[in-house]
């Protein structure tokens, strides 16, 4: 069945960076699109990224574009998101998520993992 | 960018009895809408695609309509696992993929 573990979130300072990862099993991981949503404490969900299948076309929400990379490793099977230049509004448990079929441009998101707390304060 | 719109913002329904959630786009996107449920510290769980179809493992007591801009889903027959948050999301038209508020359901 379809597996995903993130890690890397944490206490940061605003301003500071922070990595985190995706760790993918249970489906082949190189032919699916995947995805980061977030949730800040209390709120709903942010679509914040996705990553095509091949690592070549990335997406990226205003909030954090040009602050936030997403990538991949197909050969580990894993997802990552560097997130720079944090601000306290970027608090949130941040959620990896594959997309549900490996074609077509209308993909809902099938499996997600249970997420990891970023938390940023001063 | 697409605007979800989820209502109500709280739902009181007993067990037992049915509840029916709304989301309306501010524009169409067909039936590309997609329903999730959460429960207090968990992952969203895909309950709906296609606006109508229910995922793999959900209990035919779910079920969703509609197509354009209007979209319900509806429970019936409520179990206690039932109340939790439930939130649209449109993939028609991306990025960004957008997301409703959310509908949270608690007991009456």
């Known amino acids: 069945q379809v597996q995903l573990v993130e890690s890397g979130g944490g206490l940061v300072k605003p301003g500071e960076s922070l990595t985190l990862s995706c760790s993918a099993s249970g489906f082949i991981f190189s032919d699916y699109y995947m995805n980061w949503i977030r949730q800040a404490p209390g709120k709903g969900l942010e679509w914040i990224s996705s990553?095509?299948?091949?690592?070549?076309?990335?997406f990226y929400a205003d909030s954090v574009k040009g602050r936030f990379t997403i990538s991949r490793d197909n050969v580990k099977n894993s997802l990552y998101l560097l997130l720079s230049s944090l601000t306290v509004e970027d608090t949130a448990v941040y959620y990896c998520a594959k997309d549900a079929k490996n074609w077509g441009d209308y993909n809902w998101f099938d499996s997600w993992g249970q997420g990891t707390l970023v938390s940023v304060s001063a | 960018e697409i605007v979800m719109t989820q209502s109500p913002a709280t739902l009181s329904v007993s067990p037992g009895e049915s509840a029916t959630l709304s989301c309306r786009a501010s524009?169409?996107?067909?039936?590309?809408l997609a329903w999730y449920q959460q429960k207090g510290g968990q992952a969203p769980r895909l309950l709906i695609y296609g606006a109508s179809t229910r995922a793999t493992g959900i209990p035919a007591r779910f079920s969703g309509s509609g197509s354009g801009t209007e979209f319900t889903l509806t429970i019936s027959s409520l179990q206690s696992e039932d109340f939790a948050v439930y939130y649209c999301?449109?993939?028609?038209?991306?990025?960004?993929?957008?997301f409703g508020q959310g509908t949270k359901l608690e007991v009456k």
């Open positions: 999301q449109q993939y028609y038209n991306w990025p960004p993929y957008t």
């Open positions: 990553i095509s299948s091949g690592g070549s076309t990335t």
């Open positions: 524009q169409s996107v067909g039936s590309n």
